[in-house]
């Protein structure tokens, strides 16, 4: 056996093999939908003969429907949203539990 090191991260605690790499979806200082207050769910994405959309975020705030999990995935989760206000439940185990059942 040999020793391995791990890192984890603050945010989420997942463990990764490099310190540097990880864009965790819930730093707040990010300003995304996942730290967000004004989320409440995420709303399916539409699916047409040959295509399933990524899900969008349900918030008062993004409804023009420019905004959907995949362009979020895409900037590495550094939303920086204007309307963006600390949740009450940031970083709460059974939020992040909640927002993983969507297969990020």
Not at 47 to 60: A, F, G, I, L, T
Not at 79 to 91: A, S, V
Request: negative net charge; glycine residues 6%.
């Amino acid at each position: 056996m040999k020793i391995v090191q791990r890192y984890e991260c603050e945010h989420c605690k997942k463990l990764f093999k490099t310190p540097d790499r990880h864009y965790c979806k819930m730093n707040s200082a990010l300003k995304n939908c996942y730290t967000c207050k004004h989320l409440k769910g995420w709303k399916e994405g539409e699916r047409d003969s040959c295509y399933q959309y990524p899900p969008s975020p349900d918030c008062e705030h993004c409804e023009s429907g420019d905004i959907d999990l995949e362009t979020i995935k895409s900037i590495n989760y550094d939303m920086q949203c204007e309307h963006w206000e600390q949740g009450q439940y940031d970083r709460d185990k059974e939020i992040i539990k909640e927002i993983a059942g969507i297969g990020w």
